[in-house]
Structure formats: structure tokens, C-alpha cells
């Protein structure tokens, strides 16, 4: 069973930055609108920024002009560069596709965005 497995999260101050990166196969990026995802303690898990295959992009509106999702066909990633963060960004992080496949989900990586 293949999964999307999100790494690069920790701890930062706010104002800070992190870049997450997401591995997948060559087929899955080929065909499927890649998202990042994000759950925060009590919350619904949402959709934060997205890319298609031909390099189409969504943002959510609480990350616009912070968040830069990007994907390098080269080595198979999808990446999130995350600045500017807040602390209404500490979530798990997820990668999947958009929309999302539940054979995908992987366990996410936690950003904490604190002082």
C-alpha cells in the first residue's frame, strides 16, 4: 500500500520559516493534483495549497502570499515553503492528492509555531 509521507516539520518561532517535502512515485505525480493538508488539535482536517500536474495552483486564503507549494519532477517531491508562520499554523501537515485518497494518508509531520 503506497502512502504519502510529509517530512520537515518542528518547532519555529513565529515569523519563522519551514520547508516541508513530500515524496511520491513518478505515476502518482504524473496524474494527480497534489495537495498539502493540515489538522489542527480539535479541528477538521483542511486543504492549504494544492498543484496539478501541469503546475496549477490553489491556495487556501489564510496562506495566501505565505505559503509556496511547488513540485520537482526531477527527483519525485512535492514541497511546501512555509514563511511567515503563525501560530494558527501548528498543525500536523499532511500530503496527499487533491482530492484526497485514503490509501494515501500517510502520519503527517507536526509544524509548531510558538514562542
Known amino acids: 500500500q503506497v502512502q504519502l509521507v510529509g517530512s520537515g516539520g518542528g518547532l519555529v518561532q513565529p515569523g519563522g520559516s519551514l520547508r516541508l517535502s513530500c515524496a511520491a512515485s513518478?505515476?502518482?505525480?504524473?496524474?494527480?493534483?497534489m495537495g498539502w493538508y493540515r489538522q489542527a488539535p480539535g479541528k477538521q482536517r483542511q486543504l492549504v495549497a494544492s498543484?496539478?500536474?501541469?503546475?496549477?495552483?490553489n491556495y487556501a486564503d489564510s496562506v495566501k502570499g505565505r505559503f509556496t507549494i511547488s513540485r520537482d519532477n526531477a527527483n519525485n517531491t512535492v514541497t511546501l515553503q512555509m514563511n511567515s508562520l503563525k501560530p494558527e499554523d501548528t498543525a500536523v501537515y499532511y500530503c496527499?492528492?487533491?482530492?484526497?485518497?485514503?490509501?494515501?494518508w500517510g502520519q503527517g509531520t507536526q509544524v509548531t509555531v510558538s514562542s
Open positions: 513518478r505515476f502518482i505525480l504524473s496524474i494527480y493534483t
Open positions: 498543484i496539478t500536474s501541469g503546475g496549477n495552483i
Open positions: 496527499n492528492t487533491s482530492p484526497w485518497r485514503p490509501e494515501y
